[in-house]
């Protein structure tokens, strides 16, 4: 004798385990999102600030009493730092007196009002979304220091990061899954068993039911209704017979 | 014999404490001189876009130091060169100048090539100064190693770029070409070029007409366009290019083809013979004069075609006699060395001068003697129209300034700027 399968009961279960990791999978990669972001944007504007400062203190030495080579040099080894783009340094009136862009410096910043101690967002066409941070030499009168990092060094460590998150969820959910799948087909088997055993009797097929009447061993819920099933069998009310004459 | 063994004990204290300190004080003394040897250090591009100017300053140094030795070398020693390639690069450059300093403990530092390596170099100069440890005669005529605080550790013997971006922009101006825009390298020495300009602009009443910029290390075979439109759109009568030869020539071929038909002039770090080979080899002789008909380069040495002078005779003589090549583990990439070059003459009169300095340091040479031998220089007749002087304070040997334009397949003096450019 077959036994009945019962995992129509659980297809919701599994559609709802479904949905559980596809929610959980989406609002972590949110809040990752957010959180690298706004952590990574923080650090390398405080970076930003911190070589802006760094370089504007150095410079107060070299725009007085040396060539602007020197300076320039000094600029130079800040590019060489992962995230930071470009580096310029103006004068008290704006002119450009050192930058490290090729092939020159862009229109947008070109035009763009003097500032001694800022941190604005830039689209350069071509070039990419920076955050640049300004901060002043001798207090703005001998010019500024302006730092550009690259937002898009951020854009790929958030990517990086969602990338090994949804790595780790996919295998978890492939594990999840699985785990379900069998706990599923644990649950519904002596269920599938209780309903076969039900039959059987319901059929007046005390023998036939022979098979899975281990199931009257069980001390969990399906054992219990099996127990059930077989006291209403044995203790039910003679039958009356039908007016089509079956049972 | 207990008083002998005192004495042993005594003797052996005394020696072991003293030892150390006699060792170093030695080590110090004698660094780079042996009883054979002189030893200099040299840290330069072999290797790169810009290996021909290592190349040719080398072999320009080695002609004349070549014959020093045949002919005995200076109070019996022979003149070693320790060498390095640092390809141009500032961050190989220190390291090769640590290597050359702690490690293989030269006398002295000779021939560097290239303002960001130099510039990079000069703070090691400073922080081992008690090791009175000098850069000679280095291939860059930025300010750095002409100011404080660095300008004590060196000695130059080439004009400035100052000198020579203002010879430039005194001719251009003096001609009716007012608007001179500005190409220069990303760098250190991009920007002395620049600082050069601008300053000799202002002295005219006159600013940068317009700026673009290239990376250090670009090949001929990039495209320098974008520069050429951004330079193209200041409109200007005139452009000075402050750069090594790959890019420059890169930039005079697309200045061309773009139709910016102005005056290019180029500082004498380019390497002119190395910029006049990209531009003219395997061209028809046509293509090639549209490439050159405009260029003009500022040079700190004169013509090596011009036999009048005694240096440039003495210079073609040894440079056929010696022909000196790189040593071969330094060879990394193909390169042909010209016959004669503005930068192996440059490196010959270097090595000359150096040779005098070490032989007025006399039997004993000692780092320590140096400057005092430097300074003794006092219209010192190098074989050029121009003495050489030096003074506590007059750290350049050389202010001369000549212009050079292209004719043929070389370049000449340029005598007059009027009927040439106006």
């Known amino acids: 004798m077959q036994v009945i399968k019962v995992q129509k009961l659980f297809q919701k279960t599994l559609f709802g385990v479904f949905a559980l990791f596809g929610f959980i999978g989406v609002s972590t990669s949110i809040l990752l999102i957010y959180t690298v972001d706004s952590y990574l944007t923080e650090e390398y504007e405080t970076n930003s600030a911190g070589i802006a400062q760094s370089i504007a203190d150095s410079s107060v030495d070299i725009l007085l009493n040396r060539d602007l080579s020197a300076l320039q040099s000094l600029i130079d080894q800040f590019v060489e730092i992962q995230g930071i783009s470009y580096v310029y340094i103006t004068d008290e009136t704006g002119e450009f007196l050192a930058h490290t862009f090729v092939p020159g410096v862009p229109d947008q910043i070109r035009n763009s009002e003097p500032a001694t101690n800022t941190t604005v967002q830039r689209q350069l066409p071509g070039m990419g979304d920076f955050v640049e941070v300004s901060r002043p030499i001798l207090a703005g009168v001998a010019g500024a220091v302006h730092v550009g990092m690259d937002t898009g060094i951020i854009a790929l460590q958030v990517q990086r990061a969602i990338g090994r998150q949804v790595y780790l969820i996919s295998i978890v959910f492939v594990v999840g899954v699985l785990a379900a799948v069998w706990l599923v087909s644990l649950a519904s088997r002596p269920i599938g068993e209780a309903l076969t055993y039900a039959v059987a009797l319901a059929r007046g097929e005390e023998e036939q039911a022979a098979p899975v009447e281990g199931i009257l061993a069980r001390n969990d819920e399906a054992g219990q209704l099996a127990r059930l099933f077989l006291h209403f069998y044995r203790h039910r009310a003679p039958s009356t017979p039908s007016t089509d004459g079956t049972a | ?422």
Request: proline share 4%; charged share 25%; hydrophobic share 40%.
């Open chain 2, 1 to 422: 014999m207990m008083r002998d063994r005192r004495s042993l004990i005594s003797a052996g204290i005394a020696g072991g404490l003293t030892w150390p300190w006699l060792r170093t004080l030695a080590e110090t003394a004698d660094s780079g001189i042996t009883d054979t040897e002189v030893i200099l250090g040299m840290s330069a591009a072999f290797s790169g876009p810009s290996r021909g100017l290592g190349i040719e300053l080398y072999r320009g140094a080695s002609a004349y130091f070549d014959d020093v030795n045949y002919n005995g070398g200076i109070s019996g020693r022979r003149i070693s060169l320790k060498i390095y390639d640092d390809g141009y690069q500032p961050d190989a450059s220190v390291n090769n100048t640590m290597q050359l300093m702690l490690e293989d403990r030269v006398f002295l530092l000779f021939g560097y090539v290239g303002t960001p390596t130099v510039t990079r170099v000069l703070p090691l100069l400073k922080k081992f100064q008690d090791q009175s440890v000098f850069l000679f005669f280095p291939f860059t005529g930025a300010q750095p190693q002409r100011e404080p605080p660095y300008g004590d550790f060196a000695f130059n013997l080439r004009a400035s770029y100052l000198q020579e971006t203002a010879g430039l922009v005194d001719n251009f101006v003096r001609i009716g070409r007012r608007r001179i825009a500005v190409f220069y390298q990303a760098d250190a020495y991009g920007r002395s070029g620049w600082v050069g300009v601008r300053t000799a602009l202002a002295r005219h009443g006159e600013r940068i007409a317009g700026e673009a910029t290239y990376s250090r290390g670009t090949q001929f075979t990039a495209t320098l366009r974008p520069q050429v439109e951004i330079l193209q759109a200041a409109e200007p009568d005139a452009v000075i290019c402050v750069g090594a030869y790959a890019a420059c020539a890169a930039f005079a071929r697309d200045a061309v083809d773009l139709g910016l038909e102005v005056p290019i002039a180029n500082v004498s770090f380019v390497g002119s013979e190395n910029l006049l080979a990209l531009l003219t080899e395997g061209r028809e002789r046509a293509d090639s004069e549209r490439y050159t008909r405009l260029l003009v380069n500022s040079q700190v040495v004169p013509s090596y075609e011009d036999t009048s002078i005694p240096a440039v005779l003495e210079y073609r003589e040894f440079m056929q006699r010696y022909n000196p090549a790189v040593p071969a583990e330094l060879v990394t990439e193909a390169y042909t060395p010209f016959d004669h070059s503005f930068v192996s003459l440059e490196g010959f009169l270097s090595a000359k001068l150096m040779v005098e300095i070490l032989r007025r340091l006399g039997d004993e040479p000692a780092r320590a003697d140096l400057q005092q031998a430097v300074f003794s220089l006092e219209d010192f007749d190098l074989g050029l129209s121009e003495r050489v002087s030096f003074a506590d304070g007059r750290r350049q040997g050389l202010q001369q300034v000549f212009y050079t334009v292209v004719d043929g397949d070389r370049f000449v003096t340029l005598n007059d700027w009027d009927e040439r450019f106006s």
